[in-house]
């Protein structure tokens, strides 16, 4: 299909398990382990999705959303935050940061699938 | 990608993250108000919660969930990490591993011991903020409740008013795809625009959403299904559903709950209701609930210390290690070309390039052999390079401890400091896992044994807290760990009389220091008072020693009374290549590994002196040294008897030296140490054997080895 997803999570098995997922489903994707590694990689490619977790060492979802969003050509691009906080305050943070919207964590990657074919088709 | 590794990495990953949690958890003890750690440990039972969720174990995630509930609150400072919290989360710990050890097996986690942990956690949730914890995120398979509708049926009416987020194109959100969600509801019958908000032209900013929309759709779905399309706007944007027509007919489920016939909770329950088998036996008069909880326990901890024997065996690997060994590959193959091209440079008309490089028939011997020296300094360096790919920190094993050392001392209402040193020191993988149990046992030993109470110490004038300290180092070929405590230290008396009560000692019997001290590593001499503590675990300090010397390691004792123990074990280190001293001994050769050679000469006569009671001694340069002969030690044929005519090697181990008599010195080569084979039994004495160069067995010896069976021999001698 052409289209390329970032993925960035620090758990190894998150990661695996999503890359896996959406190469099987035809999307080419680039991992990262933590917001700063994903916003050095960046530049590099072109991406047409961010996905990212929320808690991660370094620079955590929200921060790498709000970079992500400054960053050229990408104020419009989908960016989803994965997380497992049922609360309110904190989508409603998400959403100020930028994100487009967010998948609760623990999801089974199927799913990831029907959001992102959503947001890229 | 592959089901299997993927498993593999998922239980590796856990693994991980239940270590980070315990120990993180075990230093907050003493920091609770560290937020970085407390943020930390969030993270590792967060990611718990999300893989294990991810890979389908809704269980794990679903309990890890109620784990990070705990965190969460201690992260906004609704309560602090006191003792009791602490405790609470450890227990939360210990049950995540159990759980993951069962899944790891391949079998359903215990949900028992889970729920039971829950319901603490809850208890204390509630009672720490003074208000009920908000509902917890149940994965949906918890949810045994029928959704509403019945599609095809009754559909009704309603009318959504959308004035959306002003931000939502800044988020990459589109109304279109919403419009296309709600039309996969039902039937769409109105759109209209409402432009309430929109500015004039000249002030409208084409990034913000201005317009909103009144949607009147016709279907059967709830509120909560039209309420989806919106999911990441509704927090944002005014949002109202009203329904055009009134409510109809609703499922049988539904409707008991709605007359208040069962409750919602009751039709949960009714679901995880499941008798269990301990139950069952209790129930039938079969068992007492006694010792189903007693048998049970046994199985938790037997599971929870089985688990690394679940995971697939991998290896975490220093990959600076990984690149000096491909270093070393990619010079052997340069070396090679350079061989290769070598032996086809030399030579005349039958090399030809085009049938790809004959060995030619006249070569440099002087070249080759310089490259042959190279190609075997290069192997040996790999051979190293890739057995020190298994080594791994003792500290890997040593941080175990902290979790055991506190709760032993929490059982025995003691204080016991656990003080680690030499962490560092790198031991074979193999090696290290089984020196784990046995040095649990000293541990367990150190502190039910060695160390007194608190008031016995005090009156004692030591300080209350008592000490344990795990330290290691590596000194020549083997890697020494010691155990040692502060405590009482071995009580000569009490040991006699056990070993004389046991009939292992005949009375009166004179032993020294160091003898006494070994006899407790005699089976069956276990001072048990605490069977319970051995009991079904197969440990016992004869168990300690027998394992230890299974590695070819030893076990040695040093005690003061009223000051303390040393429990030190002598781990060899097991590298395959020495470089080794041939000697001959009648028709037999023998290798003498170089790092225990001191030196070696051909003593004049007047050197060598006989003493009765001691054996044959050596004077160098004024030093008497032990003479061994080695013909004697192996009952060799025809040998050198005279030591003038021969060879004396001076050689040490463990700090002390001797002589060993061979025939002829043969030389000193790189030599591949292989195990004789599971055929033969282990002896003290040889190491290994090899094969040399003329195709002749020659046995590696031991020197310690061979020092201890002849002190054995020596006292059959004089007995």
């Known amino acids: 299909m052409g289209k390329t997803i970032m993925f960035v999570d620090d758990s190894t098995t998150m990661r695996q398990l ?104 | 990608m592959d089901m299997e590794r993927m498993w593999g990495t998922f239980i590796e990953e856990m693994q991980e993250k239940l270590a980070e949690i315990e120990s993180g958890l075990l230093v907050l003890e003493s920091a609770p108000d560290d937020m970085d750690l407390i943020n930390t440990i969030f993270r590792a039972v967060h990611t718990v919660k999300g893989s294990s969720g991810a890979m389908g174990q809704t269980d794990i995630s679903g309990f890890a969930h109620s784990v990070e509930e705990v965190l969460d609150a201690l992260r906004n400072g609704a309560f602090r990490a006191d003792h009791s919290v602490v405790d609470l989360l450890l227990k939360g710990a210990d049950t995540l591993r159990e759980m993951m050890c069962a899944i790891a097996a391949r079998e359903a986690p215990d949900m028992v011991r889970a729920n039971e942990v829950k319901q603490l956690i809850k208890t204390a949730l509630e009672a720490k903020a003074g208000q009920t914890t908000p509902g917890s995120v149940e994965a949906a398979a918890e949810s045994a409740i029928p959704s509403e509708c019945d599609c095809g049926d009754i559909q009704n009416q309603y009318l959504i008013r959308f004035m959306p987020d002003m931000d939502m194109f800044r988020r990459g959100l589109n109304p279109v795809r919403i419009f296309d969600d709600l039309r996969d509801l039902g039937t769409v019958v109105s759109i209209r625009a409402v432009t309430d908000r929109v500015p004039g032209i000249f002030e409208i900013d084409p990034e913000t959403a201005y317009m909103g929309w009144e949607i009147v759709i016709n279907t059967c779905s709830g509120r909560e299904e039209l309420l989806a399309p919106f999911e990441f706007l509704s927090a944002t944007s005014d949002i109202t559903i009203s329904q055009i027509k009134s409510d109809d007919v609703n499922s049988l489920g539904i409707m008991l709950i709605r007359e208040g016939i069962v409750s919602e909770q009751d039709v949960r329950e009714s679901l995880n209701d499941q008798k269990r088998l301990g139950e069952i036996l209790v129930e039938k008069g079969k068992a007492s609930q006694e010792c189903i909880d007693r048998v049970l326990d046994k199985q938790r901890t037997a599971k929870a210390d089985t688990f690394s024997g679940n995971v697939a065996s991998s290896i975490r690997v220093d990959i600076k290690k990984l690149d000096h060994l491909i270093n070393l590959v990619g010079e052997m193959v340069i070396i090679h070309s350079i061989f290769f091209q070598l032996l086809s440079k030399n030579g005349g008309a039958h090399n030809d390039a085009s049938n790809g490089g004959e060995i030619s028939d006249t070569v440099n011997t002087e070249q080759v052999s310089a490259i042959l020296s190279q190609l075997q300094r290069i192997g040996k360096d790999i051979q190293e390079s890739t057995m020190s790919l298994r080594m791994l920190p003792v500290g890997e094993v040593f941080h175990r401890f902290h979790r055991l050392v506190r709760e032993l001392a929490a059982t025995r209402s003691m204080e016991i400091d656990l003080i680690l040193s030499g962490e560092e020191t790198e031991m074979d993988k193999s090696v290290l896992e089984k020196i784990s149990d046995p040095m649990v046992h000293l541990v367990r030993n150190a502190i039910d044994h060695g160390l007194e109470s608190v008031e016995e110490r005090l009156a004692c004038g030591k300080p209350a807290r008592g000490s344990v300290h795990l330290n290691a180092y590596q000194a020549g070929d083997a890697v020494y760990i010691e155990v040692e405590d502060d405590g009482r230290g071995l009580n000569r008396e009490r040991i006699m009389s056990k070993a004389i009560e046991k009939g292992i000692v005949p009375e009166g019997e004179p032993l020294t220091d160091e003898q006494v001290w070994q006899l407790i590593f005699m089976p069956g001499f276990s001072t048990a008072k605490n069977v319970s503590d051995v009991s079904g675990r197969g440990v016992g300090m004869d168990v300690v020693k027998r394992n230890i010397e299974a590695l070819n390691g030893r076990v040695a004792v040093q ?114 140490i292989k195990n004789l084979g599971k055929a033969l039994p282990k002896v003290a004495d040889i190491a290994g054997g090899t094969i040399l160069g003329d195709g002749r067995v020659a046995l590696v010896l031991d020197v310690g080895g061979i020092v201890s069976i002849a002190d054995l021999e020596d006292a059959y001698a004089r007995a």
């Open chain 2, 559 to 672: 005690t003061s009374p009223g000051r303390g123990s040393i429990i030190s074990l002598r781990i060899p280190l097991t590298l395959a290549i020495i470089d080794g001293l041939i000697v001959s001994v009648g028709e037999e050769r023998y290798i003498i590994p170089i790092t225990a050679v001191e030196e070696s000469f051909r003593p004049r006569p007047t050197d060598v002196k006989t003493v009765s009671g001691r054996g044959e001694l050596v004077d160098i340069r004024g030093q008497y040294l032990r003479l061994i002969r080695l013909h004697e030690h192996f009952r060799i044929d025809n040998p050198r008897l005279n030591p003038w005519e021969a060879i004396v090697v001076v050689v040490h181990y463990e700090g002390k030296k001797c002589c060993l008599l061979a025939d002829e010195l043969l030389g000193q080569q790189q030599v591949v």
């Open chain 1, 18 to 121: 999503v890359v896996f997922t959406l190469k099987d489903a035809g999307y080419s994707v680039v991992e990262a382990v933590n917001g700063k590694d994903a916003l050095s990689k960046i530049p590099s490619v072109k991406i047409d999705m961010l996905i990212t977790d929320l808690n991660m060492p370094e620079m955590d979802g929200m921060q790498l959303i709000k970079a992500f969003r400054s960053m050229g050509g990408y104020r419009f691009t989908p960016a989803f935050i994965l997380t497992t906080e049922n609360h309110a305050d904190k989508k409603a943070e998400a959403s100020k940061a930028g994100a487009t919207g967010w998948m609760v964590k623990p999801f089974v990657p199927q799913n990831l699938i029907g959001l992102i074919q959503k947001f890229l088709n």
